[in-house]
Each structure stands twice: as structure tokens, then as C-alpha cells.
């Protein structure tokens, strides 16, 4: 599908932009942030479609490898029950994320 790369990219970039990963506060001023790649100078590095029928659950991982997940759900969250996105805050503090539709 023609633009799904850019568009892709252009998601995570919002993301990005919106961490405030583009930028880094050192000593009261704000400067460039090398320790967050800028997901337009990225790649593509996999894309996968996640279908769980018959299977009951993809097991807790990590994206060894990857700078940046995106996940973009397709189906609305009350047509199934689990999938959520764990982001790991700390050794023992997570959040669970159920994507809305779309989203």
C-alpha cells in the first residue's frame, strides 16, 4: 500500500515530538537530543500482522532490536478480550495500554 512508510514514520514522529524526545534540557536550555533518533531519518526495520485466532495469547516479550514499537489496532477493544501493550516505566512499575480502534 502506496505511503504507509511515510505515514507510519509520521506517527511515530508525533510520538516523539510529543515525549519531548527531540529535545534535552541541559542547564536550562534546550538543545538537540542524540540519545532519540529521529524516527524520519529511520528505516523500516519489520512489519507484522498480529491475527490471534486460534492461538490464546502472544506471550509477554521485548522488541530486542528495535529503537521504536508501533502498534496501530484494527479492531475495536470490545470485540476481544485482552491485547493490551505493556510499556515497562521501571523494574517495578508498568502501564497496560488497550489500543482504541484506529488508534
Not at 6 to 22: C, Q
Not at 49 to 73: F, Q
Request: charged share 25%; no cysteine; aromatic share 12%.
Amino acid at each position: 500500500v502506496p505511503g504507509v512508510a511515510e505515514t507510519v514514520k509520521g506517527i511515530a514522529t508525533l510520538a516523539w515530538r510529543a515525549a519531548s524526545w527531540d529535545i534535552d534540557v541541559e542547564n536550562g536550555e534546550h538543545i538537540p537530543n542524540d540519545n532519540y533518533f529521529n524516527p524520519m531519518s529511520m528505516g523500516i526495520r519489520t512489519s507484522e500482522h498480529l491475527s490471534y485466532n486460534g492461538w490464546r495469547s502472544l506471550e509477554a516479550h521485548k522488541d530486542v532490536g528495535s529503537i521504536y514499537t508501533i502498534m496501530i489496532s484494527i479492531k475495536d477493544p470490545e470485540d476481544y478480550e485482552g491485547g493490551e501493550f505493556f510499556l515497562h516505566n521501571s523494574m517495578f512499575e508498568s502501564t497496560n495500554v488497550k489500543l482504541d480502534k484506529f488508534s
